[in-house]
């Protein structure tokens, strides 16, 4: 599969765009990432479409509630800066792991809403994360996948205990996954395949 192709990119929320804090539900304590900001203009100007989806099993536990998640996800937008449209369509999976599964990834249903809505092939999109449960909502829908080590978890480490350390990509910053995404040569290809 070739990166050149990427026209979405899904982000996982906490440890990828925003610091992670263990059940989340003050805005007050939302902090981008590194790289971030800048990188989410640069993606939106090279007319990717972007996504989010996050499992947040806080609200199915009853420990906070969809507001606060909402309120969460506002004060990230504002500290992003380019509006509140800047996600195509937001996904928060609220189950617990127990519970009956919809969205909590890695289920592939948010992705492949995203297929048909947005009139994507599976090849067009890359998802983005922190966790494994990223990386396999990807590996079971066929997308592509870029894992970013900026979460809780050393993710090299959670690969390398699933004996998984070769399988997928993994970078070490946003800004890194923004050069992945971006290379000169695949944004004038895919100009050159739409004219
Ligand atoms: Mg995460």
New binding site residues.
């Given amino acids: 599969m070739c990166i050149n192709n990427i026209k979405a990119v899904v982000f996982?929320?906490?440890?990828?765009l925003i610091e992670?804090v263990h059940y989340l539900c003050d805005p007050e304590k939302v902090r981008l990432l590194n790289g971030v900001k800048n990188g989410i203009k640069v993606l939106k100007q090279s007319g990717f479409k972007l996504f989010l989806h996050s499992n947040q099993s806080g609200v199915g536990r009853g420990f906070f509630n969809l507001e606060q998640v909402y309120a969460c996800n506002q004060r990230m937008e504002e500290l992003i800066g380019l509006g509140s449209n800047v996600f195509s369509r937001v996904c928060i999976a609220t189950e617990k792991p127990d519970e009956e599964i919809l969205y909590r990834k890695p289920s592939p249903r948010f992705a492949n809403e995203i297929l048909t809505d947005f009139d994507l092939k599976t090849s067009e999109i890359c998802y983005v994360?922190?966790?494994y449960s990223?990386l396999e909502t990807a590996l079971n829908i066929g997308a592509y996948v870029i894992g970013v080590n900026t979460?809780l978890v050393d993710l090299h480490l959670e690969l390398f205990e699933l004996g998984l350390t070769s399988r997928f990509k993994v970078v070490n910053s946003f800004s890194d996954v923004v050069k992945n995404l971006i290379s000169k040569e695949s944004r004038l290809q895919n100009e050159f395949n739409h004219i």
């Fill in positions: 996982d929320r906490d440890g990828t992670h994360g922190d966790r990223d979460g």
